[in-house]
Nanobody, 119 residues
Framework: QVQLVESGGGLVQPGGSLRLSCAAS????????MSWYRQAPGKERELVAV???????YYADSVKGRFTISRDNARDTVYLQMNSLKPEDTAVYYC?????????????WGQGTQVTVSS
């Protein structure tokens, strides 16, 4: 059974930092591309950052230079370091895994963790 469990969300002031974690089980972690998405109230879910098994990374323009995605294959965990947070970063953040060798597989989602940026 695949499980992705996010943690690290919370309330932070503008300009502050948070680090999200996503612990995976039930997958061959090193073979999976890992991503962070977010969904703000009334908006569609959007891609925030991706890290491949080879550690290539991609960032949405809105977070480039402020967020850093990383992975620890020994711990089957992916991280999202978020700095210089803005109110518009407020959303539920979701972890996603997908094995690129299986293009028909939609992948797996975590349950989400709330991030609120407010003074």
């Amino acid at each position: 059974q695949v499980q992705l469990v996010e943690s690290g969300g919370g309330l932070v002031q503008p300009g502050g930092s948070l680090r999200l974690s996503c612990a995976a089980s039930g997958i061959i972690f090193s073979l999976n591309n890992m991503s962070w998405y977010r969904q703000a109230p009334g908006k569609e879910r959007e891609l925030v950052a991706v890290i491949t098994g080879g550690r290539s990374t991609y960032y949405a323009d809105s977070v480039k230079g402020r967020f850093t995605i990383s992975r620890d294959n020994a711990r089957d965990t992916v991280y999202l370091q978020m700095n210089s947070l803005k109110p518009e970063d407020t959303a539920v953040y979701y972890c996603h895994s997908v094995q690129p060798s299986r293009p028909s597989d939609p992948g797996n989602w975590g349950q989400g963790t709330q991030v609120t940026v407010s003074s």
